[in-house]
């Protein structure tokens, strides 16, 4: 808050908020990136621009590249090495935090760069902003649904109704969806950026004079930046179900009791068959986009810049706490033409950098086909058979229960969505149009289908003391005794594995024992029971799917930057001899390039140059020699050119590559991984011009381990008096883990990690990641670990390394930490589940006596402990911080208290009516219930708690 430092306005970062900064985000939320930003000025107005500012302005771009800031939340960055939450000073007072950064310095040698994990702070103060009673989007983001059914039920019984038959036909029909104009209004930024850039943004003019830039009108505001989306969602569910029962009661059936009718006493048995069908189908599109006037941009994505009212101008605020901000009261959409300012792209550039243009927007309402941005489409079967039996033996001294169920279940998903005509959009590679999740082209998929089935079984006996028993005990007691197993099968929780290869549908299996005792003549009762269950492959942690593709992916168009985009200037970091060892195993080792070489050359010697690895690039120095790539002070030469005719030789080299080749560093799971993400080859154009390698990720794809839990339940019933009753419970479970991940996943990780890892050290990793420490430029880099995701856009040093968005998520995917923080769960305590639980319930009904009717009562609601989480530790064989679950942070406890009253008067003979009102969480204030911790043990996440709220309902019984 207050004076914000001076800076560039369009290149550099204050230097007094850089550690607190995100790159391209004029929000500090990442969300504005590459896009327009529609300017909102007024949170009260759908009117956009104003005050001298352009309807729509860019991002970012221009020479010198420049771009509007944003203050980051407090936690991003934070192993930026001068960032506060870097600093090992910052937890002196900590002795837990102090104890873990010291152990992590002593295990890897290397100083405390900042913990990784942090939750993202939240507003606290309603003085900031008052999330109790405003919704920051107001109008701007809508639901909707709507429901129809049809149920259609006939019923025939016999033999005086003990035997039966029930057909039923049950159809539902479901549509909902949402229009979100504020697609994210979970993060709200201050507009730090004093100067827009002008018309003409060209640094200097023709007499060097620097051109002025335009004073920004909304400097220091609260903003959002946010998209915009809708979704429409159709769920159709068709069930047929027949049921059948016959029930056998051997005294009913003679009239008179006899021992064989006690013995056999009543029998019930039931078969039910069923066939339900469902199909699911969804599609996702953005509200509007840039229309085709903007030249090249046109098809491209707005974004927002929705501008908040505040009672203090943050710009003059030395804290945030009064700010005041309030919310949106307009729906803010865009108007159908406006004046928005362009990077100008043109050949030659004519206006200068930057321009301001008139265009047009595209809208969902008549342009939905050009905004759609996703779908999904599945149909599933479900055919189910089942026979119970219960039974009543000796007088129901026995009660059995035995139950028998098999299901058979088939899914079927439809593969890739299928892409409209090339769109205007001039982003690097793009050649295809919008996805079109309506294009008749869009089919199912085989490979995507699952099938699976499963017989499961019930069994259950309750034993009551008999009669000749209970007349020995005293006050009218009798106790009873029960068992119960039951496995059953959720076959619709089924997915793939990271190989696509079919994972087994959740399984459970479950037992419990218990004894009830009555006494008092029923007066107070005790039941206590004691269960165990197991579920297998129930969804667990790890590594997502996405993840694992991306990462992958981005590694395939890395090795080969020149040839895997259009329309960019980026140069291949990456030396030839780790290209090489990548294809042809070995040192990598290779001749190489001259001037001509390939221009000059037939058929068969460009044949021959494509059989053989990759030439050193003709401007390369001798690789490995460290005199010959240093300037004369000392310094590392940038990254060697590529020519024109070294990239045209290169495109066609790279598309001859088999697909063995590209798989060959993986060894057996190469052609598995690569099935399993459908990785292909999208070309650039014609023969020779470059591809892309792109993917579709596993669909249904799931981490699974097997949950086992234990407990003790109680619960104790009192009838004090014919008016008085209460209720006490109280119960305890531990749950924990076992088979995180399963098979499949060890086998991904064990032989991706010895790729991912070649030629990796923690000391090249710095620790805001995204960058390469040690200089491992073109002329160091040994191995895949080093191979740049994105090759190096005008030597400016951004690499994204192939290892180090491996290990760790602060530099990128970080599956590696993904994998070993599932694997640390393995036997320990679930975290989010709490031991103990106690409610007590009392009801007073007055029977007689002037309040005759009246009934008053109460509840008190007690949970244990929560974990919020568990601190960290280092682990110095992956270089990463992992979660240690022997260090849980434990939340605090929670109790709640309702109270009812009622009453209940005859109207009539006939009618009764009551009425009750009902009031909950007695006593509660607006509180935070803290749900998720930081690594330092300090509360990194809150809920709203429960607030005092009452019901009154009224009820004619007749």
Do not use: C
């Not at 991940?741 to 710095?766: E, L, Q």
Request: charged fraction near 20%; glycine fraction near 10%.
């Amino acid at each position: 808050m207050g004076k914000y430092s001076a800076a560039d306005e369009f290149v550099g970062v204050p230097a007094a908020i850089a550690d607190y900064f995100t790159g391209f985000s004029g929000a500090g939320n990442g969300n504005w990136y590459d896009e327009q930003g529609l300017v909102f000025s007024d949170p009260n107005s759908s009117a956009v621009g104003g005050k001298g500012i352009a309807d729509s302005i860019r991002q970012r771009g221009g020479n010198p590249f420049g771009t509007f800031h944003g203050i980051a939340n407090f936690t991003e960055n934070s192993t930026n090495p001068g960032h506060i939450l870097a600093q090992k000073s910052t937890f002196a007072n900590n002795p837990q935090a102090m104890a873990i950064i010291n152990a992590m310095e002593q295990a890897s040698g290397r100083p405390f760069g900042g913990f990784t994990g942090w939750q993202g702070s939240q507003i606290l103060d309603t003085t900031v902003f008052d999330y109790w009673n405003q919704d920051i989007a107001g109008p701007n983001n809508t639901t909707w649904n709507d429901f129809n059914a049809l149920n259609f039920s006939a019923v025939q019984t016999y033999l005086n109704g003990r035997a039966g038959i029930e057909l039923v036909y049950d159809k539902q029909d479901y549509t909902d969806g949402y229009n979100r104009y504020v697609n994210d209004p979970l993060r709200i930024g201050i507009d730090i950026n004093r100067y827009v850039r002008a018309e003409r943004d060209l640094p200097y003019d023709a007499t060097g004079a620097l051109h002025p830039a335009a004073l920004n009108p909304n400097f220091g505001r609260p903003y959002l930046a946010t998209g915009t989306a809708a979704r429409k969602n159709q769920d159709m569910r068709e069930n047929y179900r027949g049921t059948l029962f016959y029930k056998l009661n051997l005294e009913q059936m003679m009239g008179h009791k006899t021992m064989l009718s006690t013995i056999i006493g009543e029998q019930t048995f039931t078969g039910v068959a069923s066939q339900q069908r469902f199909h699911h189908f969804n599609a996702d599109w953005q509200l509007y986009g840039i229309g085709e006037g903007f030249g090249p941009y046109s098809g491209q994505d707005f974004i927002g810049l929705h501008y908040l009212g505040s009672k203090v101008d943050p710009s003059n605020a030395t804290s945030e706490a009064g700010l005041g901000i309030t919310g949106l009261t307009a729906v803010q959409q865009p108007p159908a033409t406006l004046t928005a300012q362009v990077l100008d792209e043109r050949t030659p550039r004519t206006i200068g950098q930057y321009a301001t243009i008139n265009a047009d927007t595209l809208n969902a309402s008549s342009n939905l086909s050009k905004l759609y941005t996703g779908g999904s489409d599945y149909k599933t079967l479900t055919n189910t058979q089942a026979f119970i039996w219960q039974s009543r033996f000796f007088d129901d001294t026995v009660v059995g229960l035995f139950g028998l169920r098999k299901d058979q279940f088939d899914k079927r998903v439809k593969g890739t969505l299928p892409t409209q005509a090339p769109d205007a959009r001039n982003n690097p590679g793009a050649v295809q149009g919008r996805v079109d999740p309506t294009s008749p082209l869009w089919t199912y998929d085989p490979v995507n289908d699952l099938s699976t089935g499963g017989t499961t079984r019930t069994y259950g006996v309750m034993l009551h003391s008999p009669e000749f028993i209970n007349r020995h005990l005293p006050w009218g007691t009798t106790i009873s005794l029960g068992y119960n197993q039951a496995s059953n099968i959720s076959p619709s929780d089924v997915g793939f594995d990271v190989f696509r290869q079919q994972i087994p549908a959740q399984a459970g299996n479950s037992k419990d024992y218990s004894i009830l005792i009555n006494t008092l003549n029923d007066r107070i009762s005790f039941r206590a029971t004691w269960y165990k269950t197991i579920q297998q492959f129930a969804s667990g942690p790890g590594p997502s799917i996405g993840n694992i593709g991306e990462s992958l992916n981005r590694t395939l168009n890395g090795i080969m930057v020149e040839a895997s985009y259009t329309g960019n200037t980026r140069i291949n970091t990456n030396p030839e001899n780790v290209v090489n060892k990548w294809f042809f195993g070995g040192n990598g080792a290779s001749a190489g390039f001259t001037p001509g070489q390939w221009n000059n050359a037939d058929a068969a010697a460009r044949a021959a140059m494509l059989a053989q690895p990759l030439l050193v690039r003709a401007a390369a120095a001798t690789w490995g020699d460290p005199t010959t790539h240093l300037n004369s002070d000392g310094s590392v030469v940038g990254q060697p050119t590529i020519s024109p005719e070294e990239i045209a030789y290169r495109k066609m080299w790279f598309e001859s590559r088999t697909d063995a080749q590209w798989e060959r560093p993986f060894g057996a799971i190469g052609p598995q991984l690569f099935s399993a993400l459908q990785f292909r080859r999208v070309p650039n154009g014609a023969a020779g011009t470059g591809f892309t390698w792109a993917r579709t990720d596993v669909p249904a794809f799931k981490n699974t381990t097997d949950i086992e839990t234990k407990g003790i339940e109680l619960e104790l019933t009192a009838n004090v008096t014919k008016s008085w009753r209460v209720t006490a419970n109280a119960s305890r479970a531990e749950a924990s883990n076992s088979n995180v991940m399963g098979a499949s996943m060890t086998t991904y990780y064990d032989a991706m990690k010895v790729v991912a890892k070649d030629g990796f050290t923690f000391n090249d990793v710095k620790s805001g990641g995204n960058n390469w420490q040690n200089g491992s430029d073109y002329w160091h880099r040994t191995g895949f670990a080093q191979i740049d995701e994105w090759g190096d856009e005008g030597q400016s040093n951004n690499h994204q390394m192939f290892g180090e968005k491996w290990v760790v998520a602060s530099g990128g995917f970080g599956i590696e930490q993904a994998y070993i923080n599932a694997k640390a769960a393995e036997g320990r305590a679930i975290r989010e589940l709490r031991k103990w639980r106690f409610n007590v319930v009392s009801a007073y009904d007055f029977k007689d006596g002037r309040l005759k009717g009246l009934g008053v009562g109460g509840a008190a609601r007690f949970q244990g402990k929560s974990n919020l989480g568990f601190y960290p530790k280092y682990n110095a064989t992956v270089g990463t911080w992992i979660d240690d679950l022997d260090k849980p942070i434990p939340g605090p406890s929670e109790i709640n208290y309702d109270a009812w009253i009622s009453y209940r008067h005859k109207l009539t003979k006939k009618i009764d009516v009551a009425v009750q009102l009902n009031l909950r969480n007695l006593f509660s204030g607006k509180e935070l219930i803290p749900i998720s911790s930081n690594p330092d043990g300090t509360v990194g996440q809150y809920r709203l708690g429960s607030t005092f709220g009452w019901e009154l309902s009224t009820r004619f019984d007749f």
